[in-house]
């Protein structure tokens, strides 16, 4: 059966190169990097090998990358050290932020002292600049944390203005950015963020491993207590493989970046072109100035996500993503209907009107192993629905 995987902000293939990569280190490199020994020496040098790789590509220093076992530990890591270790009085947040951080708010709000305020989403899906403005200008120790790119919609928050505005009004400011990482250029020197996470799974490489970048002078305790690993701030003894395996496949990912976005960017042309020849009702969430110039659509989304709200029945809605995927079409519905539950995506419900909740948004999200060939083979399927 022919399979087609449209659905890269979920989680990505890995790299051929990456594989091939984690593969000698797992065979090879196997000594414990706590170790004092030439094995153990060998993996620690690997690690900083690897450190330094993702330094050079974000443009910060080693010494503030710190290695997590995925996304989520990161955002957990730096909210909840926020909290406890710089006396955080405030956390100014938004409701469309991935539950790694809103479940981790939620839960530390029960334990710690602080406030948290919801900045306004624009009917677009945007944050409200304004807003945020308005709220830092109260005087109380803050952290913003606010994602760059959005998992389900793909707005992108411009991070060279907000970070400014935090720092305008000495706020810390924490980014969520793992569906970006790996996908444009992050320039962490020129770019006054405090924490931002990654998750290598969302770039080509392995599952089990991101990272937090802690700016240097920010002092914060770990979550997870034993050995000194990753300078006492992260016990454990670290995955060698997938820490090499994260940092190859962003080298390869800013290598290629140019290439790719372009490509990709393509895709996601023609296939909105292809899904409004289809269904011209069609509407995307999260577009707030689609223009048009020489037959081209310029998106303000990022370049590989594409939702979708598609002009079909209620009894369609039910079955679509069943439809789609018997015909080994892998999308993402961008709501938890499909497991029979018809609570709507927390993202989509805090922009939509209900009308356009009750019809199903389609999450297309493209990589540079998708062709024309995948996207009409997906709207054919549709077609046929
Ligand atoms: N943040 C965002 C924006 C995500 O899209 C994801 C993954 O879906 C996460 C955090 C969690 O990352 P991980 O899967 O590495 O825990």
Redesign the pocket.
Known sequence: MKKVYLDN???TQLRPEVVAEMTKVLLEDFGNPSSTHAFGRNSKNLIELSRKSIAKNLHCTAQEIIFT???????NFIIQSCIRDLKIERIITSKI?????LHTIEILERQYDFKVDFVNILPTGDIDIVHLSDLLSSNQKTLVSL??????IGTVLNLDRISKICKQYHAYFHT????SVGKTIINLQETPIDFL??????FHGP????FAFIRKGIVLNPILLGGEQEKGLRAGTESVHNIVGLANALDISYLHLVEEQKYIASLKQYCFKELINTFPEIKINGENNIEISNSDYHFSTFYNILNVILPLSEEKTAMLLFHLDIKGIAVSRGSACQSGSSKPSHVLAEFLNEADLKKPSLRISFSHYNTKDDIDYLIDTLKSI
């Open positions: 902000a979920a989680t076992s995925c996304g989520t530990e990161a955002n932020e991935h539950h790694a951080v994602m760059h790119v959005n998992n389900e969520d950015t793992v569906q996470v990654a998750s290598a799974h969302k599952k089990g491993i991101g």
